[in-house]
């Protein structure tokens, strides 16, 4: 009896509020557990849906009514992702980039792709399936491998930008592809021919482009500063959301799709001066409906057709993140990258993607293929992306076993090595500066400006092409690997500063730095204050800490605008 007024209360609750509670609570203790274990939270909303799916608990709140507003609101958080790539879309970044992105991202695909569509042809698929098969399989999960990739501290090693540079790709690709993605999805009474359809699509995509530019030039800029002149949050908030969901409502009536539509959203105002205050602004909105769209995803699996269906998953999921490492790796050491970092450029793009999951959704829809190809498809790209982070970890320890193994032995990547080793055999008196990034060029231009003669080691292929075009004196090279310090003329250097901050790399090339000249002075850099320590124990003469100069400078900052 004393529970009859909690039992009539819930009786009125709408079922769909009582799921989303359900789902965020699931959500929150889930991905406690997960990042307590360093697992990526993306594999916590999925298994939150996946448990919600098979607990019985979705039939009580209504089932399928509120799963389908779920998924509906799973759509926004799509769109929201497809805003914040447009936004965040750097023409700069991708210039910097391009010969990474567009031949390594376009072989990336191209092989990915052919291979899927074989897999697909050969299991009998229509031509559409496997075509939507194929760009699934060829995508990758950016979001939890560059996440993994900054947990690690490598996220300006060459490795990650690979990585990054693939994913820009990837984005540009799976916009143009979502523009014909309706032309591969079959629809009930639709008998016109290809060559009537692509022409109504051309039409109605200049039609788009018309409209998208005229806002992006006057309408939305307008907009903002009316907006903005009235100092309301809330009101600068209301009006991007409204600019990101008017274009792809928009996008949408020229069937050209939702996500299109806000794409070209967000690169609208993607130079705008209003740029990173939308992006604070959007994020947590995006984070929270992105995490519905996963979950809703997870809602979809049927453990009991999983557990008759393990061994394809299995199979799936190892021959998807295995073909895909081997290809990158392979396509990143063509490009120039030293053997351990095209490995983990590799492991870092061969799980399936959050794309991967929004293209095997419309083809459910449309019905390409059987419930169990669903459940397999679905189970091996969520199970691809909840490995990665741990592979991911693994990559660097297997690189050096590989190296030790006589992985890549001979297989120098090629410069202008002729000259170069004249002039490193020069050296004398010199300072070895390694790594090119912010710090080490202000760096090495001091000591230059200073007389005093350098040498860089750097592990970016394009950095060290500039650098030779500029005349400076650079190796190609790991300074975690011995055979770097044979070639640095250490014996007659007068000092090494290490300027990456990444403890582990130190910590190697101190113990090798050492072991061959107790004598020499060493600055490195520690990212962290409990690594200052760690390398001092290992001989290095002078530890600066990022932390620690923050805060001194944040401290000076400070003083100096009280005294003003």
């Given at each position: 009896m004393m529970f009859a007024p909690i039992i009539s209360a819930a009786a009125t609750i709408p079922p769909l509020f009582a799921l989303l509670a359900l789902m965020l609570a699931g959500v929150v203790l889930v991905s406690l557990l997960l990042l307590r274990l360093r697992q990526s939270m993306l594999a916590g909303y999925f298994l939150c849906g996946v448990i919600i799916a098979n607990s019985g608990v979705l039939d009580l709140l209504g089932g399928g009514e509120s799963h389908e507003r779920v998924s509906q609101m799973a759509e926004f958080g799509v769109i929201l992702l497809m805003f914040t790539?447009?936004?965040?879309?750097?023409l700069g970044e991708l210039r910097f980039l391009r010969r990474l992105a567009f031949v390594g991202g376009g072989w990336q695909m191209g092989l990915c792709m052919t291979a899927a569509a074989t897999g697909a042809a050969m299991l009998h698929f229509s031509w559409q399936g496997a075509v939507l098969l194929a760009v699934a399989m060829a995508m990758s999960s950016t979001a939890v491998s560059l996440k993994s990739f900054q947990d690690l501290g490598l996220e300006a090693s060459p490795g990650a930008r690979m990585t990054l540079a693939v994913a820009i790709f990837q984005d540009l690709f799976v916009i143009v592809f979502f523009m014909f993605m309706p032309l591969l999805l079959p629809h009930e009474g639709e008998n016109e021919a290809l060559l009537p359809r692509l022409g109504s699509l051309a039409l109605r995509g200049g039609v788009f482009v018309l409209l998208?530019?005229?806002?992006?030039?006057?309408?939305?800029?307008?907009?903002?500063?009316?907006?903005?002149?009235?100092?309301?949050?809330?009101?600068?908030?209301?009006?991007?959301?409204?600019?990101?969901?008017?274009?792809a409502f928009i996008g949408g009536l020229l069937g050209l799709g939702l996500a299109l539509g806000a794409f070209i959203a967000g690169l609208a105002v993607s130079e705008s001066i209003f740029k990173h205050r939308i992006l604070s602004d959007v994020m947590p909105l995006k984070d929270l409906f992105l995490t519905l769209f996963f979950v809703s995803v997870g809602l979809m699996i049927d453990l009991k057709a999983v557990a008759q269906l393990w061994q394809p998953i299995l199979g799936l999921t190892s021959?998807?993140?295995?073909?895909?490492?081997?290809?990158?790796?392979?396509?990143a050491r063509q490009l120039g990258l030293p053997h351990r970092q095209a490995l983990m450029a590799g492991i870092g793009l061969c799980s399936a993607g959050e794309f991967s999951l929004v293209v095997l959704q419309n083809a459910s829809s449309a019905r390409l293929w059987d419930a169990h190809t669903q459940q397999t498809l679905l189970a091996s790209c969520a199970l691809s992306m909840g490995l990665l982070p741990a592979l991911l970890k693994l990559g660097l320890p297997l690189g050096e076993w590989l190296?030790?193994?006589?992985?890549?032995?001979?297989?120098?990547?090629?410069?202008?090595?002729?000259?170069?080793?004249?002039?490193?055999?020069?050296?004398?008196?010199?300072?070895?500066?390694?790594?090119?990034?912010?710090?080490?060029?202000?760096?090495?231009?001091a000591l230059l400006d200073s007389g005093v003669p350098t040498l860089v080691v750097e592990l970016n292929a394009e950095t060290v092409h500039e650098l030779q075009r500029h005349g400076q004196v650079v190796l190609f090279a790991d300074a975690s690997h011995e055979e770097t310090w044979d070639l640095t003329q250490l014996k007659r250097a007068r000092m090494v500063a290490l300027t990456f901050p990444d403890a582990t790399v130190n910590a190697q090339a101190l113990a090798i730095i050492r072991e061959q000249r107790p004598d020499i002075a060493v600055l490195a850099r520690a990212r962290f204050s409990s690594d200052v320590d760690r390398l001092k124990r290992l001989g290095a003469t002078l530890v600066v800490n990022d932390e620690t100069e923050a805060a001194r400078s944040i401290v000076e900052q400070a003083q100096t605008l009280q005294g003003a």
């Open positions: 790539l447009g936004l965040e879309f750097s998208s530019g005229a806002a992006a030039r006057w309408g939305i800029p307008w907009v903002l500063n009316a907006v903005t002149k009235t100092r309301s949050r809330e009101l600068f908030t209301l009006s991007v959301i409204g600019c990101c969901v008017g274009l021959a998807l993140m295995i073909i895909k490492a081997v290809f990158v790796t392979v396509i190296v030790r193994h006589g992985w890549g032995r001979g297989k120098p990547v090629k410069f202008d090595a002729g000259s170069l080793r004249q002039r490193v055999a020069g050296l004398s008196n010199h300072a070895i500066v390694c790594g090119h990034g912010p710090v080490g060029e202000k760096l090495n231009k």
